[in-house]
């Protein structure tokens, strides 16, 4: 049976390296609390990214349910549902009502002309998602946030070292949230971060980190936990120092398959967006008018041990755990659901030979 290729495959720097790292972490015995590796980390992260502030959280999910409630958003937040689970349901978490918005059929984040009709007197904030690698229309989406007074949260898990005209994708609206979970372009093992602007947002993001604590007698705040541990801050530390590198190895997988599936009737591929540098996340492939369907080609790729991913199905408006809520309605949402109905994304990590690339795109052209 031929070797297992997974949709994806944690990049991971050399273990000596790693080692080094954490070697310090043996001396002081300090394996939490805003470390010395969490803090070189946030630090190399604001250079990295071009942001003022970053602020490290455990994971993702944590950190968009944080910045949420640190910008004291309750109400009506409008989102898309072409998202993976944690995007809606952090807005549901935190006692504010999602309001879904349909997707541009050629990006697949946010259609900007759709987003002023949901507007209404308990809107409070728009939260588009950048998707692939695809970075939203945010000046379209800014324009219509200043206009009416809303908050801008970005969920960016997918644009991490995505830039549009040389502008880092972690620097636009009032904050973006990335995840460094396992399978990203850029991991800590788990982990998230928040990128923004203000000063005084920095110190409300602490206080839900950590408990609300100020000082060893001094808790004048209610918060949680979700601070990054020192184990992760230093594998973040290590595996920034290649990402340019496994970027280039990413890309190099994306025009091979582009090569291969580019003009293939039935096949779409993800366009790339004029003046955006991509991440090269993931590779979607669209399967429509195909002479097979996307559940057979997922099927038959499984037959021989090709792990590609429905990604995203179904979409967040059709979860079980919704049904039945006023306004989780996936046919109120057309294109989101027509793409989730058919898209399948394709193994693409660092390191996936070229070889392997032709042995999938042979078996979905076959």
């Not at 502030?53 to 944080?66: F, I, K, Q, R, Y």
């Not at 002023?116 to 950048?130: C, F, Q």
């Not at 541990?229 to 496994?246: K, Y």
């Not at 429905?310 to 919704?322: A, G, L, M, Q, R």
Request: with cysteine; glycine share 8%; net charge negative.
């Amino acid at each position: 049976m031929s070797e297992i290729i997974n949709v994806t495959r944690s990049s991971l720097p050399e273990f000596d390296e790693y080692c080094a790292e954490i070697r310090g972490i043996w001396d002081s015995h300090w394996l939490t609390n805003m470390g010395e590796k969490h803090e070189k980390l946030e630090r190399a992260l604001e250079d990295y990214l071009g942001v003022p502030h970053v602020s490290l959280l455990t994971n993702g999910h944590l950190a968009l349910e944080t910045i949420l409630q640190a910008l004291e958003l309750h109400g009506e937040i409008i989102t898309s549902p072409f998202t993976f689970a944690s995007t809606t349901h952090a807005i549901v978490r935190c006692g504010c009502t999602p309001v879904f918005c349909d997707v541009d059929p050629v990006t697949y984040t946010m259609d900007p002309a759709k987003i002023e009709a949901l507007i209404t007197d308990r809107t409070v904030a728009i939260l588009p998602i950048h998707v692939y690698g695809n970075l939203c229309d945010t000046e379209a989406i800014e324009r219509i946030a200043k206009a009416h007074g809303l908050k801008v949260v970005y969920d960016a898990a997918h644009a991490f070292g995505v830039t549009k005209d040389g502008v880092s994708s972690a620097c636009f609206g009032d904050a973006s949230m990335f995840s460094f979970h396992a399978t990203k372009v850029f991991n800590t093992i788990e982990g998230g971060a928040l990128c923004y602007q203000g000063d005084a947002l920095r110190q409300r993001i602490s206080d839900l980190k950590n408990f609300g604590i100020h000082g060893p007698e001094e808790v004048p705040f209610v918060g949680g936990n979700a601070k990054m541990n020192e184990f992760c801050a230093a594998m973040g530390l290590c595996n920034l120092r290649h990402l340019d590198e496994w970027l280039a190895e990413r890309r190099a997988v994306v025009e091979h398959y582009r090569a291969r599936l580019g003009g293939v009737p039935g096949l779409k591929l993800n366009a790339p967006q004029p003046g955006v540098r991509s991440n090269y996340a993931y590779f979607p492939v669209v399967f429509d008018g195909y002479r097979y369907t996307r559940d057979e080609v997922f099927a038959r790729l499984g037959e021989h041990n090709i792990v590609a991913r429905k990604y995203f199905y179904p979409i967040t408006n059709s979860f079980d755990c919704y049904r039945g809520r006023p306004g989780f309605d996936p046919d109120a949402t057309p294109v989101a659901k027509y793409m989730g109905e058919r898209v399948l994304t394709l193994p693409l990590y660092a390191g996936l030979s070229p070889e392997d690339v032709d042995r999938i795109c042979d078996i979905i052209l076959s």
